[in-house]
T-cell receptor
């Protein structure tokens, strides 16, 4: 059973460029989450999908950020017109839907973004 | 508002010592869930334990034990006979019943010295 995978693992870009990250959840996990983690801090929630529906978005997710999960499987997170403040580790997690119980989130290795 | 506080920024212990990592949470919800994750130097968050608000039983798993006390809003984590491989950043997280997002604390960096 493979875990959550994320690509790329590292991305260096120049300010103003667009970047896209991909997350492949654990197979059959229908919930998918994006978090952002900066140095010395805990992960901060960005958004959450149940199947293909985006059900919750953080105020951290500005207009330059967009996330999709078109077929309820993999997800992409795009940042347009990157800024230096976007430099962070972007984490993806997935969990299963269990009626009447809570499933923990399983995290991927993250994509580290550096904006020059 | 939801909040998780991990007041200990960094702890250093010598191998085989016991160490307790503190976690204090705030929530107005009566049903909530608490979690501990480990983030080793490789960076990937590893799930350790989940606890529901209606289950105050403490838990022991090998060298790990967790003490959940609703009266003090704390969910502390103890490692017995620490080992060098326990060196990592440990995060406590909270999830209310009305949302699926986790609120993480700022983490405690544990250094276990040989």
């Amino acid at each position: 059973d493979t875990g959550v995978s994320q690509n790329p693992r590292h991305k260096i870009t120049k300010r103003g460029q667009n970047v896209t990250f991909r997350c492949d959840p654990i197979s059959e996990h229908n919930r998918l989450y994006w978090y952002r983690q900066t140095l010395g801090q805990g992960p901060e929630f960005l958004t959450y999908f149940q199947n293909e529906a985006q059900l919750e978005k953080s105020r951290l997710l500005s207009d330059r950020f967009s996330a999709e999960r078109p077929k309820g499987s993999f997800s992409t997170l795009e940042i347009q017109r990157t800024e230096q403040g976007d430099s962070a580790m972007y984490l993806c997690a997935s969990s299963s839907l269990g009626a009447g119980w809570v499933s923990e989130q399983f995290f991927g290795p993250g994509t580290r973004l550096t904006v020059l | 508002a939801q909040k998780v506080t991990q007041a200990q920024t960094e702890i250093s212990v010598v191998e085989k010592e016991d160490v307790t990592l503190d976690c204090v949470y705030e929530t107005r919800d009566t049903t909530y869930y608490l979690f501990w994750y480990k983030q080793p130097p490789s960076g990937e968050l590893v799930f350790l334990i989940r606890r529901n608000s209606f289950d105050e039983q403490n838990e022991i798993s090998g060298r790990y034990s967790w003490n959940f006390q609703k009266s003090t809003s704390s969910f502390n984590f103890t490692i017995t006979a620490s080992q060098v491989v326990d060196s990592a950043v440990y995060f406590c997280a909270l999830r209310d019943s009305g949302t699926y997002k986790y609120i993480f604390g700022t983490g405690t960096r544990l250094k276990v010295l040989a």
